[in-house]
């Protein structure tokens, strides 16, 4: 299964997720594959842009390509904070220090990774699975949430699982931390011109 998953991956770097269950002498695969992100224009290259975080997660790593960093591994952010300025300071050559406050804007560009948790539940009737076939479950849960509501390549950093009982059901806690790159360019807004 494994060779046949990383064979695909290889092959088409737009999947997200493949899932491979044998069953017999056959073989049912799922794929998913990359969608752009919802919601976002498309710019040109030369209109003035920000990286901005399409979710709240933790920067884990940003590789800034042109604009200015205004987060740093380690911070938190929320959904819609800029993450790259378009905004440039311009470099003065010259000895003229009134030009050092000078500033262009240019088409912000770069990937941003970040750590987001995301928090599901499973529910189960009591007595009625084994511990194995819950857990099994709760993967199969985790594995069709990721391919239908994160649409990129993403890594698990981490999957905890936690079963409490009550008087009928049996609940699965399930948190994930995902690594993820959260920024989407989106339109400079100008504070006056």
Known sequence: EAKIRNSLYASFPELTWVGIEIRGALAVVEVA??????????????????????????IREITVRQGTPVVKSGDYVEA????????????NTTYDETRDDKTRLVHAAGDVEATVVYKLEAQFDKGKFSQEKMEESAENAIRRYVRENIPQRIEILKKDLKFSEEENIIRCGI???????????????????
């Open 80 to 91: 819609g904070d800029v993450l790259i300025s378009s905004v440039m300071k311009a470099n």
């Open 175 to 193: 948190t994930l931390e995902i690594s993820e790159n959260i920024g989407y360019e989106k339109e400079t807004e100008f504070a006056g011109t």
């Open 33 to 58: 594959k990359e969608d752009k992100m919802p919601d976002v224009e498309d710019l040109t290259s030369d209109e003035p842009c920000d990286i901005v975080a399409s979710k709240a997660g933790y």
